[in-house]
């Protein structure tokens, strides 16, 4: 495919569909909603409002990450703080798609209901990708970023319609748009992170303190697993707990998951085959965050495993 002929006619269509029209769309910092916002400020100029949504779900300095390598390419970006929102709607949640609508209405019928209320946008653009139609079409997961498939119509329930100009593309085909679009390789080759971020690596109930814990082990994944080349990596908090040892006292601690695969599109993965060396060292970095006494190793393909665990 000529990618960047591709991006040409994007910029085009939703130049088209927008018209006169302002629009509205959500950075997360992957490279799907980064790809949007680029094709969308080209598109658009400043008829583009883009936001960032600081969920609480969120990867240690994620906000002020996003917020500065968009700046560097002069594309402003508001910061949405929306964390009481999603922690409030999350309380009391432990089944994995009760949890993923929560995180989904939030989004879309609070804090962005209210967003195009104010700013007066008709347009949502979205970084939709081929995969997560597939996926949730046919019944594997429910992604947060479909909408009708979670019986939604933005057009009549939320008042605004919704552009998707990466739907024909999977995650392959994305980093060759951002390729041609000249993003910076720290953007371009940044790993997926999902649309309910941490929220779908927690197992059971998201608190603040089992978010803590698990943003703890996910900073110390990717620093570890920087340079492994593969896919994607991630840490997961479980709700087992296990007995262990610390400072000589028996303690009942939790157990966190690490999973490394590799994988062209998320559509299939499998488990890369780590140097223990490597592992040792994530481990014992894992186990000295507190209360976590046990960690392990995912070696499952998908399938039958999905790459999260939510
Ligand atoms: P699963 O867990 O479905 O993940 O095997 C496949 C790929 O998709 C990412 N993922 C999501 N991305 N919204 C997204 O934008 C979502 O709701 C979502 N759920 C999973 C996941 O990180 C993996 O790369």
Redesign the pocket.
């Known amino acids: 495919m000529d990618y960047r002929a591709f991006a040409d006619e994007k910029i085009a269509e939703i130049r088209e569909s927008v018209g006169d029209d302002l629009a509205i769309n959500a950075l997360s910092g ?1 490279v ?1 909603s980064s790809v949007v916002t680029v094709l969308g400020h080209r598109a658009l100029g400043d008829r583009l409002k883009t936001v960032f949504v600081d969920n609480a779900l969120m990867r240690e300095g994620e906000p002020e990450r996003v917020c500065k390598i968009f700046a560097e390419m002069s594309i402003p970006v508001e910061c949405v703080d929306a964390r009481a929102e999603f922690l409030d709607a999350l309380a009391g949640l432990t089944d994995p798609e009760q949890k ?1 609508n929560a995180v989904t209405n939030t989004f879309y019928r609070k804090v962005f209901g209210d967003l195009v209320q104010k700013t007066g946008a008709k347009y949502l653009l979205h ?1 939709t990708i081929l ?2 139609i597939e ?1 949730t079409v046919a019944g ?6 479909i909408l009708t498939q979670l019986g939604i119509d933005p057009e009549r329930e939320l008042g605004y319609w919704v552009l998707e100009p990466l739907a024909a593309l999977r ?1 392959d085909g994305v980093r060759e748009v951002a390729k041609v679009l000249g993003f910076p390789a720290k953007l371009a080759e940044r790993i ?5 971020a941490l929220a ?1 690596r927690i197992v059971g109930e998201v608190t603040r303190q089992r978010l803590d814990t698990v943003r703890a082990a996910t900073t110390i994944v990717e620093e570890e697993l920087a340079d492994s080349g593969a896919f ?1 990596y991630l840490a997961v908090l479980l709700t087992d707990k296990a007995t262990g040892i610390r400072n000589d006292r028996r303690e009942f601690g939790q157990i966190v998951v690490v999973r490394c695969i590799d994988s062209v599109d ?1 559509r299939t ?1 499998t488990a890369v085959e780590l140097p223990w060396e490597k592992l040792h060292r994530i481990c014992e970095r894992i186990t000295a965050i507190e209360g976590v006494n046990r960690c392990l190793y995912d070696l499952t393909p ?1 399938p039958p495993a ?3 665990y939510v």
């Open positions: 992957g799907d993923r970084g995969t997560d996926e594997i997961k429910r992604q947060h970023n995650k997926p992170f999902p649309g309910p779908t994607q998320a993965a998908k999905t790459v999260e």
